[in-house]
């Protein structure tokens, strides 16, 4: 008689048990599906900040570089403007002597020399003046080839450092994009975490709700059976009694009282 009152009962439940504990695994994987798609991104934002870092020590690198360059080629200038400036100085040195010499030599052949004196001074004037207008013109030249090497490497420089400024904004506008979408991937999968956990708790508030109905409909099945043994033995049958009140209702009968809540 005990197996004919149990086998309608689980036969009944089961399904609905199987099905909570599969919505309960299903809850299960999704939020270890979303561990799983957080931990992705944040391990690509921190590949995009080592990326963003070489970048900058890259950039370091090659502004040290043109520094250190740009130090080196002060140094050959000045260098180049001593050797230019001694070259000038011997040149006047020279200029001196030779000058001095000739007055020697003018003083002393003065006499019979007079005509090829005045023919080598002549020719000496001839050749400084020569002289003097090449080293200013080449002077010149060098200056104005300085100026052009100093514009163009002016040039050069404030290119190069404009591009640098340009990248650093454009990294710091990416790195900030990335937070921004970072923030609000955060978020929005906080939300989705609050709206499971609210849902698992009415789910689990459902499930006790359905498990009480079950043992009180399995407590009614039972009573019915027994009434219904008594039947079949000859015995008066006892008809339970209802009570109902705010809770649910309450049946008495030969078993006792059996609590069914309101549905």
Not at 130 to 157: F, G
Request: charged letters at 35%; zero cysteines.
């Amino acid at each position: 008689m005990t197996d004919l009152k149990t086998v309608p009962a689980e036969s009944g439940g089961a399904p609905m048990m199987r099905a909570t504990l599969t919505a309960a695994k299903e809850t299960r994987k999704r939020a270890e599906l979303d561990a799983q798609l957080l931990a992705n991104r944040i391990a690509l934002l921190k590949q995009e900040e080592e990326k963003a870092e070489r970048k900058i020590a890259d950039t370091q690198k090659r502004a040290n570089e043109i520094i250190s360059l740009r130090s080196q080629n002060e140094n050959k200038f000045q260098q180049k403007e001593l050797h230019y400036k001694d070259k000038w100085e011997n040149i006047r040195q020279n200029q001196v002597q030779n000058s001095y010499k000739r007055d020697q030599l003018r003083g002393q052949r003065e006499s019979n020399f007079r005509h090829l004196r005045d023919a080598k001074k002549d020719a000496v004037n001839q050749m400084k003046l020569k002289k003097s207008d090449n080293l200013l013109a080449k002077k010149e030249r060098e200056t104005n080839q300085r100026m052009v090497n100093n514009d163009r490497t002016n040039h050069i420089r404030q290119a190069k450092q404009n591009a640098k400024h340009r990248q650093e904004m454009e990294s710091l506008a990416k790195l900030d994009a990335f937070r921004r979408d970072y923030e609000d991937r955060v978020s929005r999968e906080e939300e989705l975490r609050q709206r499971t956990e609210v849902l698992v708790t009415k789910m689990e508030k459902e499930e006790m709700e359905l498990i009480q109905r079950l043992q009180n409909t399995q407590a009614l099945q039972r009573a019915a059976y027994e009434d219904l043994e008594n039947a079949l033995n000859g015995s008066q049958l006892s008809r339970p009694a209802i009570i109902e009140d705010e809770g649910g209702v309450t049946i008495k009968g030969s078993g006792g009282p059996i609590s069914r809540p309101a549905a």
